[in-house]
């Protein structure tokens, strides 16, 4: 036997089968086929195209030098910092204390799943690695059902429905908005409502709001403004900082879930240490803001905006189901009104959907059954990245505000999304 190839048996089961994440696979995958010089348009991982902002990374150059390991939790000053942006831009009351810093919040998740006993409840659709996190911890996954009619949000009564046959479990609840796959988010109304079904079964609320900031409008509103006592809310730089390689992520926790925190500091500790010293430094920036770094926000969301809606308008045309997206920079097209015509292929699964339109458009996504919809169903997630960022805020920086970004534009900066859309729907004919 070659010992180098570990027989199946040997591997704990709950990571048995489980493959490398779909988002991470479809990237390097893309990369491959780039390499060999085939044409592909990169829809598939969900990276921001935007850079660091500049003084973000004046600040990582400076303290390069940094060198010792950091506290556990994160970086006090970094701390504080996270729990001021969270006082500026929701009026929520936190502190340093109330913040761990994490090398992504991916990670975080990870951990908070690992230390708190309970059920995960996720939306379908959801973001690719919640319920395989949970697959690898070994906790039950709760799938809660959405409609495409109500933009794939998740209903009080559809958690009502799940708690309510075991009421006193414990729960966790990933609400994540501005979406990913969807691009759609929550109105006040509807985040005051879930918060009051959470409240009733003390459900742990993990609100990913990672693109918030991304909200088109500029008007991200997290949970934790109605159920302080059982929201963390997870973010980082990853999206509206343009930073996904760095790994830094953040939960801000509340003061009646401390226990939670410092366990997972316990987790931290005996793990990864403590997240990277000079990457936290440089964020202490991101997180302070200021006029460059509102600038920067302001120009991306205008940009994600004119060009998600514009994505979105062009498949609209062709008969597939989807809306106008709200945040963030994914779509979750549904192809199910072209059902017919995609069996005269040979389609019938979302896999075979996405894995046609690669071979003979060069476009990659990724399929809805990724994201916890059924095999069967033809949704697919794109994530519209595929573009210069810098190029495309320089540029926008010269358009007048009150003016939108037009087909020309688009067509000239965010050229290979535009290009990548119009061969999808040539490819639908
Ligand atoms: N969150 C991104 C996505 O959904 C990529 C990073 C990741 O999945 O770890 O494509």
């Keep these: 036997m070659n010992t180098n190839q570990q027989p199946d048996i040997h591997l704990n089961l709950n990571v048995r089968g489980l493959p490398v994440s779909a988002t991470l696979a479809i990237n390097e995958r893309s990369n491959e086929l780039l390499k060999e010089g085939r044409q592909v348009y990169k829809l598939g991982l969900g990276q921001s195209p935007f850079p660091v902002p500049q003084p973000v990374v004046d600040m990582l150059k400076v303290n390069a030098h940094q060198k010792d390991y950091l506290p556990v939790k994160g970086l006090m000053e970094l701390r504080n910092t996270v729990a001021d942006y969270y006082r500026r831009t929701q009026g929520l009351d936190y502190s340093g204390e109330d913040i761990i810093i994490g090398p992504g919040s991916k990670e975080l998740m990870f951990i908070v799943q690992l230390v708190y006993y309970g059920d995960l409840m996720i939306p379908t659709p959801s973001w690719v690695s919640y319920a395989p996190q949970a697959q690898i911890i070994g906790r039950q996954v709760k799938w809660i059902d959405t409609t495409e009619s109500n933009k794939w949000l998740i209903t009080p009564e559809e958690i009502d429905k799940e708690c309510s046959k075991d009421p006193s479990r414990p729960r966790i609840l990933i609400l994540n908005y501005p979406n990913n796959p969807t691009g759609y988010t929550y109105g006040p109304e509807q985040l005051e409502a879930l918060a009051e079904v959470a409240r009733k079964y003390k459900i742990v609320v993990l609100s990913d709001e990672i693109y918030g900031e991304l909200h088109h409008e500029g008007k991200h509103i997290s949970i934790a403004r109605y159920y302080p006592e059982g929201t963390i809310i997870s973010s980082g730089l990853?999206?509206?900082?343009?930073?996904?390689?760095?790994?830094?992520?953040?939960?801000?926790?509340?003061?009646?879930?401390?226990?939670?925190?410092?366990?997972?500091?316990?987790?931290?500790?005996?793990?990864?240490?403590?997240?990277?010293?000079?990457?936290?430094?440089?964020?202490?920036?991101?997180?302070?803001?200021?006029?460059?770094?509102e600038n920067y926000l302001w120009q991306s969301r205008r940009i994600v905006k004119a060009l998600g809606t514009w994505c979105a308008d062009m498949l609209i045309e062709k008969g597939v189901g989807v809306e106008r997206p709200m945040g963030g920079f994914y779509l979750f097209p549904d192809f199910e009104p072209l059902r017919e015509k995609l069996e005269k292929k040979g389609i019938y699964t979302s896999s075979e959907l996405c894995e046609t339109i690669l071979n003979e458009a060069g476009v990659a996504m990724l399929p809805g059954s990724e994201f916890g919809r059924p095999e069967k169903e033809l949704t697919v997630r794109l994530a519209y990245v595929d573009f210069d960022g810098a190029r495309a805020i320089t540029a926008a920086e010269q358009i007048p505000s009150e003016e939108e970004l037009n087909g020309e534009y688009l067509r000239t900066y965010c050229g290979n999304v535009v290009k990548a859309i119009e061969k999808v729907c040539d490819w639908i004919g």
Excluded: H, N
């Design 238 to 293: 990853s999206k509206w900082c343009g930073a996904g390689g760095w790994r830094l992520g953040t939960f801000a926790i509340p003061r009646t879930l401390r226990w939670l925190l410092d366990k997972m500091s316990v987790v931290a500790s005996e793990t990864y240490t403590a997240t990277s010293a000079p990457i936290q430094y440089a964020a202490v920036s991101a997180f302070k803001g200021g006029l460059a770094i």
